[in-house]
């Protein structure tokens, strides 16, 4: 009996030794090693692509990776982020625990909350990274918490975004800077408003915008949504919405897919009145002779939702080394520089001034805003977005109240 024991443990240990060695984990601490395990591998970076401008900066990325580290970036394109959560959940189903198929995801709001809460997210790195130093953590908080939840170092911010709305000022002499005065605005001039379909993020986010002005308690809104209040809570932007929808846009039976449908009708003379959430957006639009103009950009005057754009790097994917790699570039002063160029993407920094060189700062400093873009100062601090569990119910009820069928 010893003998065959001795015997089993000989050939288990045999067979152990046959198989592959599983790869450790990178470690952002060890960056050097890091980037020299990065070079010659290619990232898959899942992110929406409904930006011309915005897939225009994903490909200069590309370009300087591949020539500062040998990295080959390939944007996959997506309509909507949950694709490429569904693919990583598949994945995890499967057993393909290495490997993984997204190496970095651009992400926000619900589906971070989902990915983290089911332990799909590699991590935590992102404040490892040797591009985080410059990050302004203390002058943007939202850095570090996504849509209420904390980001815990499982994603790294990239890009800051608030609501803003832009109108025709030949126009709206008088655009409205509230809400409820919005509604007044559309009611007198039926058809000239739009919004896009809630299933976009920007259509959400404006029914979020509306509950956030209008609820009797604020301050819920960032804990998870449950039955016992949902309904009194909500109640004030369903009433809102029972007045405002007959006077949107092809009286509210259609909607624009996203901000560049929107664009597109301002551009055309079909609306007066849109939304983004890029405060360079129309100024953008304008140098592209996308907008005329006399376009103009305003913020409401009790505020309005902002946020900060993320990546994170799944559980299992196949090339992490290069996806740290790029998600630390899209940090570093250069690249953060590009992307807030207003010819260009025209997104706002999340870095802090104070943490560069002088020449880096002096870069910054001479950046024109575009001319229907806000100041600092005009934009004010943003609203918090509400727990993500609230977009996800709101979006549900919208649709069945007033979706397009």
């Known amino acids: ?231 009194r809570l909500t109640a004030p932007l369903w009433a809102y919405l029972d007045g405002l929808t007959p006077s949107l846009w092809r009286s509210g039976k259609a909607y624009p897919k996203n901000g560049t449908d929107l664009v597109r009708l301002m551009g055309d003379g079909e609306i007066d009145i849109g939304l983004s959430f890029d405060p360079a957006e129309a100024s953008v639009a304008i140098a592209r002779k996308q907008l005329p103009s006399s376009v103009r950009t305003l913020v409401f005057e009790g505020g309005t939702i902002g946020n900060a754009s993320f990546v994170a790097i799944p559980f299992n994917a196949a090339n992490k080394e290069a996806a740290l790699v790029v998600a630390d570039f899209l940090l570093s002063p250069l690249a953060q520089l590009k992307k807030q160029d207003p010819d260009g993407f025209g997104g706002f920094t999340v870095l802090a001034m104070s943490r560069l060189s002088p020449d880096e700062r002096e870069a910054f400093a001479a950046q024109t805003r575009g001319v229907a873009t806000l100041s600092t100062e005009e934009l004010g601090a943003h609203l918090p977005e509400p727990h993500p569990s609230w977009m996800t119910r709101v979006v549900d009820a919208w649709k069945s109240r007033y979706g397009v069928r």
């Open 1 to 231: 009996m010893n003998l065959l024991r001795a015997a089993a443990v000989a050939v288990l240990g045999f067979s152990l030794a046959a198989l592959p060695a599983v790869a450790a984990d990178p470690d952002p601490k060890q960056w050097d090693r890091v980037v020299a395990a990065a070079r010659g591998q290619t990232v898959y970076w899942n992110a929406w692509a409904g930006s011309p401008r915005t897939n225009e900066y994903i490909a200069w990325v590309g370009v300087e990776v591949r020539t500062r580290f040998g990295i080959a970036l390939e944007h996959v394109k997506l309509s909507d982020t949950a694709e490429a959560v569904a693919k990583v959940v598949a994945e995890k189903a499967a057993g393909r625990t290495t490997g993984g198929t997204v190496d970095l995801i651009w992400i926000n709001g619900p589906n971070f909350a989902k990915m983290k809460e089911a332990g799909l997210l590699f991590g935590p790195w992102a404040e490892s990274l040797p591009n985080f130093r410059y990050v302004d953590v203390e002058g943007k908080p939202a850095v570090r918490s996504d849509f209420t939840v904390p980001t815990g170092g499982y994603e790294a911010p990239w890009n800051m975004a608030q609501i803003v709305f832009f109108h025709d000022g030949s126009r709206v002499a008088s655009p409205p800077k509230t809400a409820r005065a919005l509604l007044d605005w559309a009611k007198a001039n039926p058809g000239r408003f739009a919004f896009p379909d809630p299933s976009n993020f920007l259509g959400a986010t404006f029914l979020k915008q509306v509950l956030t002005e209008l609820t009797p308690d604020k301050t819920r809104l960032l804990q998870p949504a449950s039955d016992s209040d949902f309904e």
